[in-house]
């Protein structure tokens, strides 16, 4: 956990609610540490920024004027989700359905949450930030260095995300999932050694063969 997500997450009603089931003596003192500790958003580290370019997938929550939630998940080819440094991620945002929810949601309120999920190693990583939207026509240099090389699809904006705070979830109940690249690593091992082992019996029986014609 970096150190301001204790300060963002565990409000005044979370930390009721940590208290009356036991956790609050963990807790607290995160939360403390956080609140006394005002000198700006937590950087990510090395972990983070190589398991963030890794990625294919991820969740992005905003929250629009009616104060209803909002959550649109966002894929791409891995590496999608750039890490411009330190401090800062950001996705080129291809035109889909034309409702242009999450954008309009950031107008309102610039404060995101993404869980950034790789069921393969049951690893989950949430990122409290605060977005903007960024037109191709305003700053083009910007969205191509955010647009995966070879994309196919046409890219109407970038969204970058200025990381306030982290915390790397809990893996339990994490379901292990591979993704078809995934799998065809290891189909590719199974068939080199399954051609070996076959061209390794044909040579045998090619042997046994010839000592008994």
């Not at 997450?9 to 003596?25: H, N």
């Not at 963030?52 to 590496?79: I, K, M």
């Not at 949450?113 to 037109?135: M, N, T, Y």
């Not at 390794?200 to 090619?206: K, P, Q």
């Amino acid at each position: 956990m970096s150190t301001h997500y204790a300060g963002i997450a565990f409000t005044d009603q979370v930390q009721e609610v940590q208290g009356r089931y036991g956790s609050q003596t963990f807790y607290g003192a995160k939360a403390a540490s956080a609140l006394a500790d005002l000198s700006g958003p937590d950087a990510l580290g090395p972990h983070e920024r190589a398991y963030l370019a890794e990625r294919d997938t991820f969740f992005l929550a905003s929250v629009g004027s009616t104060g209803w939630p909002y959550v649109q998940h966002r894929g791409g080819p891995p590496g999608f989700l750039r890490v411009l440094d330190d401090h800062t991620i950001g996705w080129a945002d291809f035109k889909g359905n034309l409702q242009y929810v999450s954008v309009g949601n950031l107008a309102h309120d610039d404060r995101v949450s993404l869980i950034v999920l790789d069921p393969a190693s049951q690893q989950r990583l949430k990122i409290f930030g605060r977005a903007r939207v960024v037109d191709a026509e305003e700053d083009p240099e910007l969205v191509e260095r955010l647009t995966p090389p070879d994309a196919d699809a046409v890219v109407e904006r970038g969204i970058v995300v200025a990381v306030e705070a982290f915390d790397w979830n809990c893996r339990q109940h994490i379901t292990p999932r591979y993704s078809a690249a995934e799998l065809e690593l290891v189909h590719a091992s199974m068939r080199e050694r399954l051609a070996a082992a076959e061209a390794e019996i044909a040579t045998l029986r090619r042997e046994l063969a010839a000592r008994t014609a």
